[in-house]
């Protein structure tokens, strides 16, 4: 992703090639980091859709600069690409150069923002500065690009793009003198106000999704919470004659017996699995929402138990989680070694 993105039309190119390299010295940066656009699309890669390339670059990259002249200000994409940044709630302000003061007029449709002469070296300096502070970099001192901007301020002062200049008048001047010049000005501000309502509301759409998700997360842990108490398994583990096993871990699932621990911590974050240990009256509590038990089913619930030297123990809770009451007493799990012994 570019760092700076110089809006203009396919004539201006010269021009935008020239603040490029002013911005490169003054603040060190590479090539890559510009992204240069035109009326025609001009920086999109090919086969990509060239609207989305353009807001995902304009709403995502730290600097904007719009190039206005005669051609620009006529070029529905240099007006499509600020709209879509002044619809962007998250974006910096786009920057707006012009040649001279001859073009301030051009800028009509978004007259309430300032503009950079590019025939002024000390309005350089502040463009410099923004965009420095767009992109969180200490501002150059202005000997370090000096000569650079000389440079620009001479080519502008002699720039004269295709067919806006050679000794005929040029588009902004044939722009205010026409009568038709507030159907421009009109038609530039409708496709500004038209890209940044496309991308508010699709930005809008994204937050509200986003509200969406989280309130109906926030309902499924209410909903969990409320059910949990009704789900709540209290038992002990005895022996066949009535004694409580106080090394017992009963791990738990309704998918299937689960052979070792191992198995079962591997089916937690499926929540397929759960692991209790009793304590010494061979007790224990378990949650059987952690399993993705309902209170809406009658299903039966796996529970092998794992005792040292002993054999793994398979049951069966026949338990209708429907009927579960918190104040229910202790179920009794009896367990039964395999075989009668302990394994050596």
Not at 107 to 112: E, G, K
Not at 313 to 332: C, G, I
Request: net charge negative; proline share 6%; with cysteine.
């Amino acid at each position: 992703m570019a760092l700076v993105f110089i809006s203009h039309a396919h004539e201006d190119e010269r021009l935008a090639e020239r603040l490029a390299a002013l911005l490169r010295t003054a603040l060190t940066l590479p090539p890559n980091e510009f992204f240069l656009s035109s009326e025609a699309g001009h920086g999109v890669a090919p086969g990509t859709s060239v609207r989305d390339s353009i807001i995902t670059q304009i709403t995502k990259v730290p600097t904007l600069i719009v190039v206005v002249t005669g051609h620009s200000a006529k070029s529905p994409w240099v007006w499509l690409e600020v709209g879509c940044r002044l619809g962007s709630a998250t974006s910096s302000k786009p920057l707006f150069v012009v040649r001279s003061d001859q073009d301030m007029s051009l800028l009509q449709p978004v007259s309430d923002l300032r503009a950079v002469r590019l025939d002024d070296e000390g309005q350089l300096q502040e463009l410099v500065k923004a965009v420095s502070t767009n992109l969180g970099r200490p501002t150059p001192e202005y000997l370090e690009y000096s000569s650079a901007a000389r440079e620009l301020t001479e080519f502008v002062k002699q720039y004269s793009p295709a067919d806006d200049g050679s000794g005929s008048p040029s588009m902004f001047t044939r722009l205010s003198r026409s009568p038709h010049r507030w159907w421009f000005v009109g038609t530039a501000a409708v496709v500004i106000l038209g890209a940044a309502a496309f991308v508010y509301n699709r930005q809008s759409m994204r937050d509200a999704s986003s509200r969406e998700e989280a309130a109906i997360a926030n309902r499924n842990d209410v909903l969990v919470a409320s059910v949990s108490e009704y789900l709540q398994l209290n038992a002990v583990l005895v022996t066949a004659d009535g004694k409580p096993i106080s090394d017992g871990k009963l791990l738990f699932s309704k998918v299937g017996y689960i052979e070792d621990e191992q198995s079962c911590r591997d089916k937690q974050d499926e929540k397929e699995c759960t692991i209790r240990s009793t304590d010494s009256t061979g007790r224990f509590s378990v949650d059987l929402t952690e399993i993705q038990v309902t209170n809406r089913e009658q299903k039966p619930v796996n529970v092998t138990v794992v005792r040292p030297r002993f054999p793994n123990y398979h049951a069966l809770l026949e338990v209708d989680v429907r009927a579960m009451d918190k104040n229910d007493p202790p179920k009794r799990i009896v367990w039964s070694a395999m075989d009668g012994e302990p394994q050596p």
